[in-house]
């Protein structure tokens, strides 16, 4: 639970509590806010030692018109 929101919780039963108090109140108390969002999350670790495959289509990375292959 992230400080404002803490807060808003003791304010609401009744405990008039600032918004840097309890930053430091959870600081000292070692409580952590939540964490928003999944993050990165790598699913394959590719190996250097394994050759890379063939360019099968050829490209050379250049393009005279969208959409179109060399």
């Known amino acids: 639970m992230e400080p404002r929101s803490f807060g808003?919780?003791?304010n609401r039963a009744g405990n008039e509590v600032a918004r840097c108090t309890?930053?430091?109140?959870?600081r000292e108390l070692g409580i952590k806010g939540t964490i928003r969002g999944k993050g990165i999350v790598?699913?394959?670790i590719a190996d250097e030692s394994l050759e890379r495959p063939k360019d099968l289509i050829k490209r050379h990375f250049v393009s005279w018109e969208?959409?179109?292959l060399p």
């Not at 309890?22 to 959870?26: F, G, H, P, Q």
């Open 8 to 10: 808003w919780y003791s």
């Open 22 to 26: 309890v930053e430091r109140l959870m």
């Open 42 to 44: 790598i699913t394959t």
């Open 66 to 68: 969208p959409n179109e």
